[in-house]
């Protein structure tokens, strides 16, 4: 959800290249046809969201980027620290009595 999120957010932007915005289409068309697909594969969370704090943190240093824009970065990125911390922690142990909603973006 949050590489759906974040290849919405960059498509709106004009100052970020076609480059950037070309890999974020392609990570998350890829986890898109992966997830659809129904077909049993491991995929690691902590490779799919590291690929994405690379690109959030390459889409922090885009000059002239607007405020609105990047607060919404901003909370994507967030959003995917909480993330990789669940991973982290459902790896050691799973306790639902631990699980807390993720705080809303946008």
Known sequence: MIA?????????????????????????GSLSAVLGSGV????????VLSALAGIIVALKSVPNIPADKLQLIADLESALVAGMAADKQAKVK???????PITPVG
Request: hydrophobic residues 45%; glycine residues 8%.
């Open 4 to 28: 759906s999120l974040l290849a919405g957010v960059v498509q709106g932007i004009p100052q970020i290249s076609a480059e950037i915005k070309g890999i974020v289409a392609a990570i998350s």
């Open 40 to 47: 049993e594969t491991f995929l690691n969370p902590t490779t």
């Open 94 to 100: 799973v306790d639902p009595t631990t699980l807390q």
